[in-house]
């Protein structure tokens, strides 16, 4: 720990990396420079002129980089000490159009069949609702979340920490809805989820179609989620119905839920097939490759973001361990070369879901990187570099997520 040296902000320097909060903090540029809070370099990125597309124009503009359409990223500093990350804050990622509002104009009436079950049948939502119901937090993040740093320049968008948000899910323990129906087939290893978006014509429906398969010890796990945040699940990410396989990429947590199965067999949809498989630069994906399955420990910085005052700044970040529940998180602000343990904070949702965490930090003049490393509780720690791969998945190495910041 170190000793403070200089007095404290009123309020952690967040608004420092906010854009749109930018004008409002040259019309009190006296107030904040009293408090040292001026020496920042405003960066103004191409992205952040771009307007949110309208089915999320509900969210919130400046917590949000537009890459696309369907790529929408969270602002590294608008998590801050974050335990859940609110809906209007969090990333969307769709690899087809978002289904219209007609969606979820009546929830109750989604269908989805259950397969691969002794006694198959589909059922409403408004039926899955009175059969049961619990709540998991678990961590959302993109398979390529942290692509921006791979050197090859993997091709996708590309994200530097935001296509991630901590999110609590309500819904039915699929293990419930499975039980209701017989149990699952003998012999399924596998449980497949189908999105329900409209595929476009004249295309193979494999090549496009959003359907996912994890294996079978999921169950434990996994629910069927008509709430997102304690509010009915937005079409944006995946209402009136989504399946949560807690701790796993975004990808196996399959939007517009229409077909749930238990096979023997992975799908052989290409996204599961060749798609987020995990090879060698300049290799094509194949089923023979590790499958973006569950998350790795992983942890970055949220503040201070690019320039701090001098003297005592609290490090805020986030740690997870995908399936695998936090142990400790070590921060350093020398790149590395000395650490200290952040002391982690905020109600414990569970395994599954992020924690932040804190360091009080001693900051001189000049520019500090500042790196986390988050070890989980089987003594798994993030690795000091990248994996390199084609599609540049999984980067959970602790160099390329730190912060450079100027005092
Ligand atoms: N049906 C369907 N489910 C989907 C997708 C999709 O395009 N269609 N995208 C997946 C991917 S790649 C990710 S990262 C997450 C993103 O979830 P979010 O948009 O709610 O943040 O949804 C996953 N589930
Ligand atoms: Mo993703």
Redesign the pocket.
């Known amino acids: 720990m170190t000793s403070q040296t200089s007095p404290m902000p009123p309020e952690p320097p967040q608004t420092l990396d906010n854009p749109a909060r930018r004008t409002l903090l040259k019309g009190s540029a006296g107030a904040l420079a009293a408090l040292g809070l001026m020496q920042f370099t405003p960066v103004v990125r191409a992205e952040e002129a771009t307007l949110l597309p309208d089915y999320v124009a509900w969210k919130r503009q400046q917590d949000l980089i537009v890459h696309g359409r369907?790529t929408?990223e969270t602002e590294r500093g608008a998590i801050r000490s974050g335990v859940v990350t609110p809906s209007r804050t969090?990333?969307?990622?769709?690899?087809?159009p978002?289904p219209d509002t007609s969606i979820t104009e009546d929830p109750d009436v989604w269908e989805v069949s259950i397969e691969g079950v002794n006694e198959p049948r589909t059922l409403t939502l408004g039926e899955l609702k009175r059969m049961d119901v619990t709540t998991v937090a678990s961590v959302?993040?993109?398979?390529?979340?942290g692509r921006a740093f791979f050197p090859h320049g993997a091709s996708g968008t590309q994200w530097s920490v935001g296509?991630a948000?901590c999110?609590v899910w309500t819904g039915v323990p699929l293990k419930t809805v499975v039980d209701a129906l017989g149990g699952s087939v003998d012999g399924a290893r596998y449980i497949t989820?189908?999105?329900?978006?409209e595929l476009p014509e004249g295309l193979d429906p494999k090549d496009i179609m959003?359907e996912?398969s994890v294996p079978m010890e999921a169950m434990e796990s996994a629910i069927l989620a008509w709430e997102?945040n304690d509010e009915p699940l937005d079409r944006?990410?995946?209402g009136p119905l989504?399946?949560v396989v807690p701790g796993y990429?975004?990808?196996?947590?399959?939007?517009?839920?229409k077909r749930l199965a238990m096979t023997k067999e992975q799908t052989e949809a290409k996204?599961q097939a060749s798609g987020?498989r995990v090879r060698d630069v300049g290799v094509g994906g194949s089923p023979d490759q590790p499958s973006m399955w569950e998350m790795n420990v992983k942890s970055w910085v949220t503040l201070p973001l690019d320039s701090t005052h001098e003297g005592q700044n609290l490090i805020y970040g986030v740690a997870f361990g995908g399936v695998t529940a936090i142990d400790k998180v070590e921060v350093s602000v020398d790149g590395g070369d000395t650490w200290q343990e952040a002391e982690i904070i905020g109600p414990d949702l569970g395994p599954y879901a992020w924690r932040p965490f804190v360091l009080k930090a001693d900051l001189s003049p000049g520019e500090h990187r500042i790196v986390s490393r988050a070890t989980d509780v089987e003594g798994n720690s993030q690795p000091r570099e990248r994996t390199d791969n084609e599609r540049g998945y999984g980067h959970n190495g602790w160099e390329d997520h730190g912060v450079t910041v100027t005092v």
């Open positions: 369907e929408i969090l990333f969307v990622r769709n690899n087809l978002a959302l993040q993109c398979s390529g979340n296509a948000g999110v989820g189908t999105g329900g978006e959003v996912r997102m944006a990410h995946g989504r399946l990429y975004g990808v196996n947590n399959v939007k517009y839920v996204i987020y």
